[in-house]
């Protein structure tokens, strides 16, 4: 049941005009690299809000977060919105997406949009890079909000896929079937579409959405469409020999951070690991949501990332 005591209460917006944003590109290693942001007569100052998707999103899956803050008055500032190489309309002319290198391009974009320094704000596979990110020493990044973006139960099954079928079996299961869809190629597409054209999407949507029956349709084809596995299997390399106890113990900045506590692909276990490696975060369990609390309870989800208050 769509709507239920506020679940899902925003469609995404498709055209960055109705938040008041406008569209950009910039060439980058990777191609052309496709974004929104805050148009350059309304620019409020030299810092800027960096919005990263994850897998199977684009810049899109942010906008009921956006509508949200609207809706109470809260004042985000500037703001970019990314698709990420190879995901929505952006590029990836290259054979990998090495987070190192994608890291360095979001950082470069922000520059030329110019500004000085950045709040990164990830979700899911954007938190993992945003992490990797923050755990670099780049001083321009004066905080880090994570959405399902502690990934630490997704770098074990990449490390030890079969292993993980035993132990972390929901997070090992979402792996595997990527890895077949990117196997698949073309045919694998099509029968995702071909399931959702048929009211399939939430069965395999469970664990995933605290209510898979309860989401917009807007979401749902933003998902088909945004499906890329290749890209996801691409992005799973940077998990091979990644130590994030090592990385993300450096990061110095405050740590916002939201989880689902239905979430079966990011889990609680990754908000209390990530709590103990990193003295700067503040990690908090938002109900009635899974893998996506910012678009199944954006309101909850603005409070945790920025500390607003719930009247």
């Given at each position: 049941m769509k709507n239920r005591d506020g679940y899902f209460p925003f469609e995404l917006e498709l055209e960055p005009e109705c938040l008041g944003l406008v569209r950009g590109a910039a060439s980058t290693t990777f191609g052309e690299l496709h974004y929104v942001r805050t148009a350059e007569e309304a620019r409020s100052g030299t810092q800027v809000t960096l919005f990263v998707h994850g897998v199977a999103n684009d810049w899109s899956t942010w906008t009921p977060l956006l509508r949200q803050a609207e809706k109470d008055g809260v004042d985000l500032g500037d703001v970019i919105l990314v698709d990420l190489p190879g995901f929505g309309e952006s590029q990836n002319r290259k054979s990998d997406l090495e987070s190192g290198e994608v890291g360095r391009v979001l950082m470069e974009l922000v520059a030329d949009c110019?500004?000085?320094?950045?709040?990164?704000?990830?979700?899911?596979?954007?938190?993992?890079?945003?992490?990797?990110?923050?755990?670099?020493?780049?001083?321009?990044?004066?905080?880090?909000?994570?959405?399902?973006?502690?990934?630490?139960?997704?770098?074990?099954?990449?490390?030890?896929?079969?292993?993980?079928?035993?132990?972390?079996?929901?997070?090992?299961?979402?792996?595997?079937?990527?890895?077949?869809?990117?196997?698949?190629?073309?045919?694998?597409?099509r029968m995702v579409k071909v399931g959702s054209a048929i009211g399939l999407l939430p069965l395999a949507l469970n664990g995933f959405l605290a209510h898979p029956w309860g989401i917009g349709k807007s979401f749902r084809k933003s998902l088909v469409k945004g499906m890329r596995p290749d890209q996801?299997?691409?992005?799973?390399?940077?998990?091979?020999?990644?130590?994030?106890?090592?990385?993300?113990?450096?990061?110095?900045?405050?740590?916002?951070?939201?989880?689902?506590?239905?979430?079966?692909?990011?889990?609680?276990?990754?908000?209390?690991?990530?709590?103990?490696?990193?003295?700067?975060?503040?990690?908090?369990?938002?109900?009635?949501?899974?893998?996506?609390?910012?678009?199944?309870?954006?309101?909850?989800?603005?409070?945790?990332?920025?500390?607003?208050?719930?009247?």
């Amino acid at each position: 049941m769509k709507n239920r005591d506020g679940y899902f209460p925003f469609e995404l917006e498709l055209e960055p005009e109705c938040l008041g944003l406008v569209r950009g590109a910039a060439s980058t290693t990777f191609g052309e690299l496709h974004y929104v942001r805050t148009a350059e007569e309304a620019r409020s100052g030299t810092q800027v809000t960096l919005f990263v998707h994850g897998v199977a999103n684009d810049w899109s899956t942010w906008t009921p977060l956006l509508r949200q803050a609207e809706k109470d008055g809260v004042d985000l500032g500037d703001v970019i919105l990314v698709d990420l190489p190879g995901f929505g309309e952006s590029q990836n002319r290259k054979s990998d997406l090495e987070s190192g290198e994608v890291g360095r391009v979001l950082m470069e974009l922000v520059a030329d949009c110019g500004y000085h320094s950045c709040r990164l704000v990830g979700h899911s596979m954007g938190g993992f890079l945003v992490l990797d990110m923050a755990g670099r020493g780049d001083d321009r990044i004066r905080s880090v909000h994570l959405v399902a973006g502690a990934y630490f139960s997704v770098i074990e099954t990449v490390q030890n896929p079969l292993r993980s079928l035993v132990l972390l079996k929901k997070v090992a299961i979402a792996y595997w079937m990527q890895s077949v869809l990117a196997a698949l190629g073309r045919p694998g597409l099509r029968m995702v579409k071909v399931g959702s054209a048929i009211g399939l999407l939430p069965l395999a949507l469970n664990g995933f959405l605290a209510h898979p029956w309860g989401i917009g349709k807007s979401f749902r084809k933003s998902l088909v469409k945004g499906m890329r596995p290749d890209q996801f299997v691409l992005a799973a390399q940077n998990g091979l020999d990644y130590d994030p106890d090592q990385h993300w113990s450096e990061i110095s900045c405050p740590i916002h951070a939201a989880f689902g506590v239905e979430d079966k692909l990011v889990p609680p276990r990754d908000m209390v690991r990530l709590a103990a490696i990193c003295e700067s975060a503040k990690t908090v369990l938002v109900g009635d949501s899974a893998h996506f609390p910012h678009v199944e309870r954006p309101r909850e989800t603005l409070a945790v990332l920025f500390e607003t208050a719930l009247s």
